[in-house]
């Protein structure tokens, strides 16, 4: 009776939601690849403008639109408007947080809260400790 409590009620406190976050911030090595430019240039772009903005990318062309697909449902992207492309209009897509942000929900997403305090007082730390360098050097 993992999930189901006496009561017959779902126990909500272990079903996973912390491995479903963890799951969703995971990036693959090609969608990574593909946020790397959505965060380098902070702006949007088609699916046809990330193929020829990623000359060096490990994945297909042809797989362009499966990976964004898969970002859009992971919430990395969203739709911010659409561009006459030809004949046609195309989607244009848009990172849903920055990079900074993304990195801060991965240590959240991996630690308890006395990890983070640990780190954010590390982090203030060797802050202070770099503005007290910087103050007696000037």
């Known amino acids: 009776m993992t999930n189901i409590a006496k009561s017959g ?3 909500t406190n272990n079903l996973g939601e912390d491995n479903i976050m963890k799951q969703n911030l995971r990036l693959t090595r090609s969608e990574k690849e593909i946020m790397d430019k959505f965060w380098e240039k902070e702006e949007g772009f088609t699916c046809s403008e990330i193929v020829d903005a990623s000359p060096d990318r490990s994945w297909r062309k042809s797989s362009a639109h499966l990976l ?3 970002l859009l449902k992971k919430g990395f992207l969203e739709v911010s408007g659409f561009k006459k ?3 046609n ?4 897509f848009k990172a849903k947080f920055s990079y900074t942000d993304y990195a801060i929900k991965i240590i959240m997403a991996g630690s308890t809260d006395d990890n983070i305090r640990k780190l954010i007082y590390k982090l203030i730390n060797e802050a ?5 360098e910087k103050m007696i050097v000037e």
């Open 85 to 87: 492309s030809a004949k």
């Open 68 to 70: 964004i697909n898969a």
């Open 9 to 11: 009620k779902i126990n």
């Open 128 to 132: 202070t400790l770099e503005e007290l």
């Open 89 to 92: 209009y195309a989607r244009v």
